[in-house]
């Protein structure tokens, strides 16, 4: 890209920063990233975050929802994960790993010492430019997750992950349905409008 292009492009997307209210407030509240706001409001909808639980943060960097985890978790254990490198937050423990690295569960599971009460994932794959290939990416992440809940959660437990409303939703919601008792979708005021992002939120595994 030429310079003067990259120049008019870094500058349309400060301006449209600025303009984000969320971005705005996260800088105001000292947390790391506006997705803070979107873990805000879910839990404000279904109640999940309580002082005592063992919860899972997946692509947790730079930490915005690992900050607001901790805010509410005083008594429980949280280990985040992520590709790439998250600074530390007080009382979350992090692993730099890839969800897809077969290691990956037993890592969770030697940290918990057993099964546990949330999982929250925010992962979104790398983008490629191609919006449909990354929508089916995500959402291909948010599969991964599916399937690891039915190994380290409890029965009683809630799963949160991104997906985006592409042309395999019908597929994540299916497999979604055959895992647990109460499957949901929630799109937060903070998630921009323009972004086909959304949220699942499910709780009580299916016991077949
Ligand atoms: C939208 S960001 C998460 C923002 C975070 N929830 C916050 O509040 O700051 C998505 C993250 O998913 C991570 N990610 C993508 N694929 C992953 C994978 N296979 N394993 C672990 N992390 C992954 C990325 O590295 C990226 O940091």
Not at 10 to 25: A, G, L
Not at 75 to 88: E, F, N, T, Y
Not at 116 to 121: E, R
Not at 145 to 159: E, H, Y
């Amino acid at each position: 890209m030429k310079k003067s292009k990259r120049t008019k492009k870094t500058n349309y997307w400060r301006f449209k920063q600025n303009k984000d209210q969320y971005f705005k407030k996260s800088k105001i509240l000292g947390f790391r990233s506006r997705a803070s706001f979107k873990l805000i409001e879910i839990n404000e909808k279904f109640q999940f975050l309580k002082k005592n639980i063992y919860l899972l943060d997946l692509g947790s960097s730079p930490g915005g929802w690992s900050q607001v985890a901790s805010k509410k978790i005083i008594k429980g254990k949280i280990l985040s994960i992520d590709k790439k490198l998250m600074d530390p937050i007080k009382n979350v423990n992090f692993l730099k790993y890839d969800l897809l690295n077969p290691k990956t569960k037993d890592k969770i599971l030697d940290y918990f010492g057993g099964k546990i009460d949330v999982i929250l994932s925010d992962m979104a794959a790398d983008t490629t430019g191609n919006k449909s290939l990354d929508s089916i990416r995500t959402n291909g992440l948010c599969m991964e997750t599916l399937n690891l809940s039915k190994k380290i959660l409890k029965p009683t437990g809630v799963l949160v992950s991104k997906l985006f409303m592409g042309d395999d939703f019908l597929e994540v919601k299916k497999l979604a349905k055959s895992l647990f008792e109460n499957v949901n979708f929630f799109k937060p005021k903070s998630s921009k409008n323009e972004s086909k992002e959304t949220y699942l939120h499910c709780k009580i595994l299916k016991t077949l």
